[in-house]
């Protein structure tokens, strides 16, 4: 019988909102339990015998999917991944560029990626230094695979507004882009500037809007990012901008929410 966020909180958990597991109720554990495989044993005040059971129960429930809340990056990662299955390696640098290499049985694509390397076989991405991926990360490069065209960048600059169906997206541009941008590098803009010289930037050929920082970073082959920001200005009571413009090329190489993916890894990478 499956285990529900009640039946936990009723049956199994002793209710005494002690916070030793890091919740501050016995409630809100028993939803992490449920909807997300948060693990049982996280509360150390239940019996042994009835922890035992209630994880065979749970373990039962979750492969089933029941209650369980949906993994947004797991479906997006497992819909890049049946883009790019069929696709032929050999076909891959005449299309998005980096180079094939062979190792042991395997023929790998090595792409430039920001200052490093990824290495592709299949649909499985890793770093060539070893480091880990997250899984939206893996995401936008899988579609990168299977949309990119030949087209190189043309220097031409849109803002991300200016592409078609980017409406719905815009707020998850500004919040997972530009305002955690400005948070972190207000009043910092050389520091800003020495975090993009360090991840491969270059200065931006033409600063019509006579940004204090305008820089392209190539983040891809054929994907370079401008990011242009006003620093604030205390006396004028002027604050800080930010806004990443894309090659007009992009929507080539790249789905719309994956622009954003990219977007949210260059805002990770200059602020961590
Ligand atoms: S440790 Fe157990 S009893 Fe304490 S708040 Fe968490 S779930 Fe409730």
Redesign the pocket.
């Known amino acids: 019988m499956a285990l529900s966020v009640v039946d936990i909180y009723r049956d199994v ?9 890091g ?1 501050p ?2 409630l809100a ?2 939803a992490k339990v449920v909807s997300e495989r948060h693990p049982l044993s ?5 019996v042994a015998d009835v922890l035992a059971r209630c994880e065979i129960e749970l373990a039962e429930q979750y492969s089933q999917g029941k209650w369980l809340k949906r993994d947004m990056a797991e479906d997006a990662l497992q819909w890049a991944k049946s883009r790019a299955a069929s696709l032929a390696i050999e076909d891959l640098p005449a299309r998005i560029g980096g180079e094939l290499i062979r190792t042991g049985a395997e023929t790998i694509l090595r792409l430039p990626y920001f200052t490093g390397h990824l290495h592709i076989c299949g649909t499985t991405v890793t770093r060539s230094d070893g480091s880990e991926m997250t899984r939206y990360e893996q995401v936008f490069i899988l579609n990168h695979l299977a949309q990119g065209g030949s087209s190189e960048p043309r220097g031409r600059w849109k803002g991300f507004i200016e592409f078609p169906n980017t409406v719905s997206k815009m707020v998850s541009m500004k919040s997972a882009v530009e305002e955690p941008l400005i948070a972190r590098f207000s009043g910092r803009k050389e520091e800003l500037f020495a975090c993009a010289l360090r991840l491969g930037a270059l200065p931006l050929p033409a600063n019509e809007g006579s940004a204090d920082v305008a820089v392209v970073f190539k983040a891809l082959p054929r994907v370079p990012l401008a990011l242009l920001f006003w620093d604030a200005v205390p006396d004028d009571e002027v604050q800080s901008q930010a806004k990443l413009m894309f090659d007009e090329t992009v929507v080539d190489h790249l789905d719309i929410e994956s622009i954003v993916f990219l977007s949210e890894r260059l805002r990770q990478l200059l602020c961590d």
Do not use: E, Q, V
Not at 13 to 21: G, I, M, T, V
């Open positions: 958990l002793p209710k005494s909102n002690c916070r030793d597991c919740f109720t016995c554990f028993a996280g509360c150390p005040h239940i």
